[in-house]
């Protein structure tokens, strides 16, 4: 390596090195791998005029095969409140994954659900649906 | 018995897809600091930049079964944590970005005795007043970034990367020498 490319590494290393936490974090993040998962990529992510007045309001859709999941974000201070829908409808038992452990809570007959107190940060719903197979969502900074 | 460097990331990658955590953690310690080089030198102050990195994983997490390429993986990481990025800086009511390396203010460790600390600080700030481009290349390829993945971070094709690493250390030397 380049004499100046090898001083820029001790450099960095000695004043801004990649903090142990992320190493953590990265690490503990493959307890989330669920290989047999249906992964639904969001394909939509819009903030309607008008939102903000009380709080904002983002609305994301998560598209998979044969399943969308529709998603509304309300921002109460540093919380998030989640409503949203599970199309085709169906009852489902919902793990919302974040920055500081899982939130569960049920889905109706209709699809929809709600549940509040995420934390703001990366956030991902886990379905399990009646049949036992499981669908996710991409992980996204909600 | 192989050190860890001998194995390939593509092999790295098809003992993750099994399930096995130690070569998880092998990549993680292979790409993190490539990662965290990436979202400082575009410029994320600390925690935005962790938060960029630690969302690369989670997608790699997500996508690991599905990756083309398994070799490549590093170029791929590369290409996810620019997107990352870039979508930090576009956050509605993201704060506004602060200067790379603003807020390191490590406690100097014991190596601090050994290497010349002033003359460090110095090259670190040299750096830091150059191009994104040049910043980025230099910081990344400092942590043993390969070229395919300095060409994923930055979006050049891969055979620019070296022409413009040569410029970019002169120019930095220059700077140095003033």
């Known amino acids: 390596m380049d004499e100046l490319l090898d001083e820029l590494r001790r450099a960095f290393e000695l004043l801004d090195p990649p903090p142990p936490a992320l190493f953590e974090a990265a690490r503990a993040a493959f307890a989330f791998r669920d290989p047999d998962a249906s992964l639904a990529e969001l394909t939509r992510d819009s903030t309607p005029a008008g939102a903000g007045l009380r709080g904002t309001s983002r609305l994301l859709t998560f598209?998979?095969?044969?399943?969308?999941?529709?998603?509304?974000?309300?921002?109460?201070?540093?919380?998030?409140?989640?409503?949203g829908r599970l199309t085709p409808a169906r009852p489902a038992t919902l793990c919302v994954r974040h920055s500081r452990g899982e939130t569960r809570a049920?889905?109706?007959?209709?699809?929809?659900?709600?549940?509040?107190?995420i934390p703001s940060g990366q956030v991902m719903l886990h379905f399990t649906l009646p049949d036992a197979t499981t669908v996710v969502t991409s992980w996204s900074r909600l | 018995m192989r050190s860890e460097v001998d194995v390939t990331a593509g092999e790295l990658v098809v003992r993750a897809r099994k399930?096995?955590?130690?070569?998880?953690?092998?990549?993680?310690?292979r790409y993190t600091p490539m990662l965290w080089s990436v979202a400082r030198?575009?410029?994320?102050?600390?925690?935005?930049a962790e938060d960029a990195v630690q969302a690369t994983?989670?997608?790699?997490?997500?996508?690991?079964?599905?990756?083309?390429?398994?070799?490549?993986?590093?170029?791929?990481?590369?290409?996810?944590?620019r997107n990352e990025c870039h979508a930090l800086f576009d956050a509605p009511f993201a704060p506004p970005p602060r200067p790379p390396g603003d807020d390191a203010d490590p406690a100097p460790g014991p190596e601090s005795r050994s290497v010349d600390r002033d003359r460090l600080e110095r090259l670190a700030a040299a750096l830091r007043a150059m191009p994104e481009r040049c910043r980025t290349m230099l910081r990344m390829l400092a942590s043993s970034a390969t070229y395919t993945e300095v060409s994923a971070a930055l979006d050049l094709p891969v055979g620019s990367v070296?022409?413009?690493?040569?410029?970019?250390?002169?120019?930095?030397?220059?700077?140095?020498?003033?």
Do not use: M, Y
């Not at chain 1, 049920?106 to 107190?117: K, L, R």
């Not at chain 2, 030198?41 to 935005?48: E, Q």
């Open chain 1, 106 to 117: 049920q889905v109706d007959e209709s699809g929809h659900f709600v549940t509040g107190g």
């Open chain 2, 41 to 48: 030198s575009r410029g994320l102050a600390g925690p935005a």
């Open chain 2, 162 to 178: 070296g022409p413009i690493r040569a410029r970019c250390l002169r120019r930095l030397r220059g700077s140095l020498d003033e």
């Open chain 1, 63 to 83: 598209t998979g095969e044969n399943v969308t999941v529709e998603l509304q974000v309300s921002s109460a201070g540093p919380v998030r409140v989640l409503t």
């Open chain 2, 57 to 81: 994983w989670l997608r790699l997490v997500q996508r690991i079964d599905t990756l083309w390429e398994p070799e490549s993986v590093g170029g791929w990481l590369a290409t996810v944590c």
């Open chain 2, 19 to 29: 399930g096995e955590a130690a070569a998880w953690d092998a990549l993680v310690r």
